[in-house]
């Protein structure tokens, strides 16, 4: 069973950066496309990004298109999101999650295995 860690949430100024890392144990995570989503209170989860297994196709939604930028380490069973020039309205909890399939996914029920997530404010 892969258990699934998120790290490096903070509160940051708007227009900081931070380095979200997710990693995986119980399992390898290299034949898996992972991807991250974000809970903002009171709302309903929503995608932020994803990657396939070689990490060599991303694609990410709109909103943070240009800011944030989603990396894994298979060597290290770790994915990343950089978010750079961050706004109020990015503030929410961060899940990571894992699909066992190769292939990407925007949508939530195709993933297998879920973090416990990570909160990132973004205030002044």
């Known amino acids: 069973q892969v258990q699934l860690v998120e790290s490096g949430g903070d509160l940051v100024p708007p227009g900081g950066s931070l380095r979200l890392s997710c990693v995986g144990s119980?399992?390898?995570?290299?034949?898996?496309?992972m991807g991250w989503f974000r809970q903002a209170a009171g709302k309903a989860r929503k995608f932020v990004a994803t990657?396939?297994?070689?990490?060599?196709?991303?694609h990410v939604e709109d909103d943070v298109k240009g800011r944030f930028t989603i990396s894994r380490d298979n060597d290290n069973n770790t994915l990343y999101l950089q978010m750079n020039s961050l706004k109020i309205e990015d503030t929410a909890v961060y899940y990571c999650?894992?699909?066992?399939?190769?292939?990407?996914?925007?949508?939530?029920?195709?993933?297998?295995?879920w973090g416990q997530g990570t909160r990132v404010t973004v205030s002044l």
């Open positions: 999650a894992a699909r066992k399939s190769a292939i990407v996914s925007m949508w939530e029920n195709e993933y297998d295995f």
């Open positions: 119980g399992g390898t995570l290299r034949n898996y496309a």
């Open positions: 990657i396939n297994w070689t990490g060599d196709w991303t």
